[in-house]
């Protein structure tokens, strides 16, 4: 139940209670000795412990680590949720979030278009604030400015900025809205429910302008950015983002 890490430490990421950096072992977060899961972010980590609390650690610019302050700490500190009854926590850049035993969300740290209030408000959050716009989570993941969510009766619920040429919701009339405006982003204002395989998604997650989905068959779908080929390399469409899911091959 303990938790070691190495690395840069500038931000107090380490969480060992000091700032130095660590190359050539690993150090041991302090106080932590009954996690049963860790999510790093870009500049922090958060642990779950057996008895539902979450505790982070590192830069706190954003809020990430939802204690009610914007002050960096190289120790674990408290995210202050409402009940000790965190069942799973999701990390990524610098949002984090926890669902509860009673399938409600929180999340805190950065709201970049919205992301993580699934609103137009774009402030970000240093304590954590309920997601009201889905019930029954069971995954959050998120990307540069857009955050993808699973419940558990397989649908896909995405908020934030949806780029036009990227539709990272995955819901045609949103894209067609947005095809009609002369701005290239636009807020989802609310969850958007994605297209395509509504109750057949098991897990998620989200990279800066993509969003992922493995199915209950195995397959992995993808949507968003492909200037790399992250959803599909066939050639043809590289450098051409894919506005609908994809089942990306050879997986």
Same mark, same amino acid.
Request: glycine letters at 12%; charged letters at 10%.
């Given at each position: 139940? %303990?938790v ?8 107090? *990421? ?16 302090? =106080? ?12 922090h ?18 809020g990430?680590? =939802?204690?009610?302050?914007y ?27 926890? $669902? ?8 805190? /740290?950065?709201?970049? *278009? ?28 998120? =990307?540069?400015?857009?955050? $993808?969510?699973?419940?558990?009766? /397989? ?14 919701? =995955? ?18 204002n ?13 897990? $998620?997650r ?26 599909n390399?066939? /050639?043809? %469409?590289?450098? %051409? ?11």
């Open positions: 139940g %303990t070691r890490t190495r690395g840069a430490n500038y931000n107090g *990421q380490l969480g060992d209670g000091t700032g130095n950096n660590e190359n050539s072992g690993t150090v041991q977060v302090s =106080g932590i000795t009954t996690a049963t899961k860790i999510a790093v972010g870009q500049y980590a958060c642990a779950l412990l057996t008895n539902g609390q979450v505790w982070c650690w590192g830069n706190n610019s954003q990430s680590l =939802g204690d009610g302050t002050n960096n700490s190289n120790s674990p500190v408290q995210a202050g949720l409402p009940t000790d009854t965190a069942v799973d926590i999701f990390v990524n850049g610098t949002t984090s979030a926890a $669902v509860l035993a009673n399938g409600k969300v929180y999340t805190w /740290g950065s709201n970049l *278009q919205s992301k993580a209030k699934c609103t137009t408000n774009t402030v970000k959050i240093n304590s954590p604030r309920e997601l009201t716009a889905v019930t029954n989570v069971k995954q959050i993941d998120f =990307g540069t400015f857009h955050s $993808v969510i699973l419940t558990n009766d /397989g649908n896909v619920y995405t908020c934030g900025t949806v780029s036009s040429t990227s539709n990272v919701s =995955g819901n045609a009339a949103f894209a067609a809205y947005m095809a009609g405006i002369p701005s290239t982003q636009e807020f989802t609310g969850a958007i429910l994605m297209d395509d395989y509504q109750g057949r998604v098991v897990e $998620v989200a990279t800066g302008y993509n969003s992922f989905m493995l199915l209950d068959n195995g397959s992995l779908a993808c949507i968003g950015d492909n200037e790399y080929g992250q959803c390399n066939d /050639g043809s %469409t590289m450098s %051409t983002d894919q506005l609908t899911p994809i089942i990306i091959p050879d997986l």
